[in-house]
């Protein structure tokens, strides 16, 4: 609680220590960002988090701290796989493990001799996640591809973009990290829910085609119903001039999401353009989406910033990252940490009265008895350089 008894902001982030999942521990086998960063949201919120690297990455790297946000918060070992020793050391940590998170290509887990059938039997109550791009099964399963493609064959791509113009690809958000870490971590916690009941663990197969599917299922009936039009035509994909991006005099932007007539009210006034056409007709849109940008167009950003200031207009700054690190409603909130130097956001959705202490960079982790790994087993391991 702050002085004044009110909720502190920060409270969601020292909270208790451990976080609603203590207890919890995971093995991530290391892989491109959707796996971290679904490793990263269980540690955000209390797993205990052991990410297994390659021998030669982590001893290239020492003991100096991870410095990717990704890996915030977890230990990490090196482990060859591929060899008779190191698969058996990973199936005795497995069986301490309650979540193994693998991104390999379907099959891949097999033939090293760790996947869901290995380890569940030194530990049926395991969780096994699994992410790839197109799933374990299908025509595509043993194909290359990446979020741009997966989306693709979603049919998500083709309704982002402006009208008349390429789809656009929104960076590596909607298939990687929504559509596959964030359905994986989802799909996890939904496994270990079904454990409590019937104390056996599964498999989870969170591919990226499927998550991104999903994330668009109002826009796949829109579409079928006739609600939503091609790309760029509509309501909410800068089809329409009150929900888009303008330029002001500095060359900055600023974000008008003025849809309810209470607030399109608000910015017609806070412009000063109360003589625009109706904005109900649609053949009106070219002429308000005009005069709008050349209004926004005649001032600074900070201008408009405090025109609009404390208005339901819906018009906000268009800020990059570092200003967003220190816009005063995510100061207020503490929306971002600064965690080793770094600045990063804090662990979402916030469980108020519930949460982690210890955000902190990715260390190495020496002692692995409590994961059934001895140290004299560990030393041998060492020596043969299975284990770093």
């Known amino acids: ?153 979603a049919g998500v791509l083709s309704t982002l973009g402006r009208e008349g113009e390429k789809p656009t690809p929104p960076i590596n958000i909607l298939g990687d990290f929504a559509g596959g870490g964030l359905m994986l971590a989802y799909g996890v916690l939904l496994a270990l829910f079904e454990r409590e009941r019937t104390g056996v663990g599964q498999v989870v197969d969170a591919a990226m085609v499927d998550g991104a599917a999903i994330l668009f299922a109002m826009f796949y009936q829109g579409a079928q119903t006739g609600f939503w039009g091609p790309r760029g035509t509509n309501l909410l994909d800068t089809g329409a001039p009150m929900y888009d991006t303008y330029e002001t005099s500095d060359g900055r932007h600023l974000a008008v999401g003025s849809l309810e007539p209470a607030f399109w009210a608000e910015l017609v006034s806070r412009t000063g353009l109360t003589d ?67 600045t990063q956001p804090v662990p979402a959705p916030r469980l108020m009265g519930s949460g982690r202490s210890d955000l902190a960079q990715a260390t190495r982790l020496h002692d692995l008895t409590s994961w059934g790994l001895p140290d004299d087993r560990a030393k041998t391991l060492r020596e043969a350089g299975v284990l770093a």
């Open 276 to 342: 625009l056409p109706s904005r109900d007709d649609r053949a009106n849109w070219p002429e308000i989406r005009e005069r709008l940008a050349t209004a926004f167009l005649s001032k600074t950003r900070a201008e408009w910033e405090e025109i609009f200031e404390g208005s339901d207009a819906c018009v906000s700054p268009v800020l990059d990252m570092d200003e967003a690190a220190r816009h005063p409603h995510n100061t207020a909130r503490g929306t971002f940490v600064e965690v080793g130097g770094v």
């Open 1 to 153: 609680m702050s002085r004044n008894g009110d909720p502190d902001p920060k409270e969601h982030v020292r909270g208790h220590a451990g976080g609603p999942l203590a207890g919890v521990r995971v093995l991530e086998l290391a892989g491109l960002a959707p796996g971290p960063f679904a490793g990263m949201m269980l540690a955000d919120h209390g797993a205990e988090v052991l990410r297994v690297d390659r021998v030669a990455t982590v001893a290239k790297n020492g003991d100096r701290p991870r410095t990717d946000v990704m890996d915030r918060g977890k230990r990490t070992i090196g482990l060859d796989l591929k060899s008779p020793e190191g698969v058996a050391a990973f199936k005795e940590l497995a069986a301490k493990a309650d979540v193994v998170i693998e991104v390999f290509r379907p099959g891949v887990a097999e033939r090293l001799g760790i996947g869901p059938d290995d380890l569940r039997a030194v530990n049926e109550r395991l969780v096994y996640g699994r992410m790839t791009g197109w799933g374990q099964d299908g025509p595509l399963a043993q194909t290359a591809g990446h979020d741009i493609d997966y989306i693709a064959i």
